[in-house]
C-alpha cells in the first residue's frame, strides 16, 4: 500500500471503530500493524508472531506456500484476543481488502471479549500471549545453546505430539495428585459392638485410624498428557518439563478459537457486513471493491460453483448468524454469543431448513475415491459438522496407570470418541513419548473388528 493509501486507512480505521461503538459492538482496544505476506504466512503457520522454533512449522509452511501458490488460500488477517488486541494485516493487500479486515477484525474483538469461554481461558492464560511467547522462545533458544539441538528437539517432538491432549475442563494450573488416601476410621465390627457403645454410660471408644495408604498414580483416567508428563516423568529436568508447560498453556490459549471457530469467524462475517453496508464514509469503489472481498470470504464453494465437500466456517457461520438475527434479533444473538460454543450453536440454531437452503448433505469417501451420499437428516449433518471438533480433533487418550518399574499404560476412549485411532499416527507418537519417558508406553485401543489392540511406543530417531 502507497504512503497515501495507509493515511486513508488509519483514517477509516478510526471512524470505523466510532460506528461498531455506535452501533454497540463492545470490545478491547485494537492495535492493527501492517506486515510484508512473507510475515503475515509465518505467523498464520507459526500460530504466533514469536514461537518456539521447531521443523514441524517448517513443514507447515511450505504448505501454505504451496497452497497460497495455487489459489486455494489467501490470507487476509491474522488476530490475537487479548488487552489489547493485535490484529495483522498484509500490506500489498487492497485498500478495500484492508477495510473489509478492519471491521472482520473487530467483529472477532466483540466476540472474545464477551463470549464466557474466551473470558474463562483469557482469564487462565493471561492475555498478553504475545509476550509470553516470545518469552518462551528465548527461554528455548538459551537452552539450545546449553544443550543441544538434538535434545531440545526430542522434547519439542513429544510435546507438540501432544499438544492437543489437554484437559480443558481442568484449570491451566494444578497440584500434584496427594500421595495419601484420607486416614480411614476404623468402625465397629458388627450390630452387637455398636449397640453396646451406644448404652448409657458406655464411653465410646477413640476411633482407630488405618495405616495410610498411598494413591494411585493418576487416581483416575488422566486426559492431560502434557500436564502429566510434565509432573510425573521420572528423569525429565526442570527445563524439559518447563517446554510441556510452556506448549499447554499455548494450547489452552488457543482452544476458545478452536472450539468456537464456527460462531467466531461468522459473528465477525456478520459484522464486517454491517459495518459496510452501515459505513456511509466509504467512497462508493471502496465500498464496491470492499463488498466484492466480502463475497469471495463467504461464498460456500472454493471457486465456480461446484460440489464443495468441506464446509466453510466463514459462510456457515456467518448464514447461521443471519438466520439468528432475522429470527430472535440481535439481543438474543448476544446473548448466543455470550454462552455457547461451536457446538451448542450448530445444534440449536442449524435447522433443517437453513440446512436445505445451504445444500449441506452428509457424504462417505469410498476406498476406490468414489463419494457416497450418507444419511442428510439433521442430526447426522450436526454430528458431521462436530466430529472433527471434538477433544481438540485429537483422539481422545487417558494415562490410566503408572507401574512401579515406570512403565505407562495409556487407554483410547474409544467409546466417547467414536471415531477410531490410525494405527500407524499412534505408534508414532507413542515413539516421541518413550523417547522422553525413558521407560516402556502401551496404549490399549480397539481395532476396526471391535478387537482389543495394544501398541507399543519405540522411541523414534530422525
Not at 504512503?3 to 460506528?19: E, F, P
Not at 463492545?26 to 498464520?44: G, Q, R, S, Y
Not at 481488502?97 to 474466551?118: K, P, T, W
Request: proline share 7%; glycine share 6%.
Amino acid at each position: 500500500m502507497s504512503g497515501a493509501s495507509v493515511d486513508q486507512l488509519q483514517t477509516l480505521a478510526t471512524r470505523i471503530t466510532a460506528l461498531a461503538h455506535r452501533l454497540g459492538m463492545d470490545f478491547d482496544p485494537v492495535e492493527f500493524e501492517l506486515v510484508p505476506p512473507a510475515f503475515m504466512t509465518e505467523i498464520a503457520v507459526y500460530g504466533l508472531p514469536v514461537r518456539m522454533p521447531h521443523w514441524s512449522f517448517g513443514v507447515r509452511y511450505i504448505h501454505q506456500l504451496i497452497r497460497q501458490g495455487m489459489g486455494h488460500s489467501h490470507i487476509f488477517e491474522v488476530m490475537f484476543p487479548g488487552d489489547p488486541c493485535r490484529a495483522y494485516l498484509v500490506d500489498s493487500n487492497s485498500l478495500a481488502e484492508n477495510v473489509l479486515v478492519i471491521c472482520h477484525v473487530l467483529g472477532h474483538a466483540d466476540f472474545s471479549r464477551n463470549n464466557q469461554l474466551f473470558a474463562r481461558f483469557m482469564q487462565m492464560a493471561g492475555g498478553r500471549i504475545l509476550e509470553q511467547a516470545a518469552a518462551r522462545a528465548h527461554r528455548i533458544d538459551a537452552a539450545l545453546a546449553e544443550h543441544g539441538q538434538q535434545r531440545v528437539e526430542a522434547i519439542l517432538d513429544a510435546a507438540l505430539a501432544l499438544e492437543p491432549h489437554v484437559n480443558v475442563g481442568q484449570p491451566l494450573h494444578r497440584d500434584p495428585y496427594p500421595q495419601w488416601h484420607p486416614a480411614a476410621v476404623s468402625q465397629p465390627r458388627d450390630r452387637f459392638q455398636q449397640r453396646f457403645q451406644q448404652l448409657p454410660g458406655e464411653a465410646a471408644p477413640a476411633p482407630l485410624a488405618s495405616a495410610p495408604q498411598r494413591m494411585p498414580v493418576p487416581p483416575a483416567p488422566e486426559y492431560d498428557l502434557l500436564w502429566f508428563i510434565a509432573n510425573y516423568a521420572p528423569e525429565l529436568e526442570g527445563w524439559e518439563r518447563d517446554i510441556f508447560l510452556a506448549v499447554r498453556e499455548e494450547s489452552f490459549y488457543f482452544f476458545p478459537v478452536f472450539a468456537c471457530q464456527i460462531m467466531n469467524e461468522g459473528w465477525a462475517s456478520y459484522w464486517h457486513a454491517r459495518l459496510l453496508r452501515e459505513a456511509d464514509l466509504l467512497p462508493h469503489d471502496l465500498y464496491l471493491s470492499a463488498l466484492k472481498a466480502h463475497s469471495d470470504v463467504v461464498r460456500p464453494f472454493a471457486a465456480e460453483r461446484q460440489l464443495a465437500l468441506s464446509v466453510n466456517p466463514y459462510h456457515l457461520g456467518f448464514s447461521i448468524w443471519e438466520h439468528v438475527i432475522d429470527k430472535l434479533g440481535l439481543e438474543a444473538a448476544r446473548r448466543i454469543r455470550d454462552e455457547e460454543d461451536d457446538f451448542g450453536f450448530i445444534r440449536n440454531y442449524l435447522d433443517a431448513g437453513l440446512a436445505a437452503q445451504l445444500d449441506l448433505f452428509v457424504y462417505n469417501a469410498q476406498p476406490d475415491g468414489a463419494v457416497r451420499i450418507g444419511q442428510n437428516d439433521i442430526h447426522s449433518l450436526h454430528e458431521a459438522i462436530l466430529a472433527p471438533r471434538f477433544n481438540y480433533g485429537a483422539p481422545r487418550v487417558a494415562v490410566t496407570q503408572l507401574h512401579a518399574d515406570g512403565s505407562l499404560e495409556l487407554e483410547h476412549d474409544s467409546v466417547t470418541d467414536g471415531r477410531g485411532l490410525d494405527p500407524k499416527r499412534a505408534e508414532s507418537v507413542l515413539g516421541y513419548i518413550s523417547k522422553i519417558w525413558r521407560r516402556p508406553v502401551s496404549l490399549h485401543t480397539l481395532d476396526e473388528r471391535n478387537n482389543r489392540r495394544t501398541l507399543f511406543g519405540r522411541a523414534r530417531e530422525r
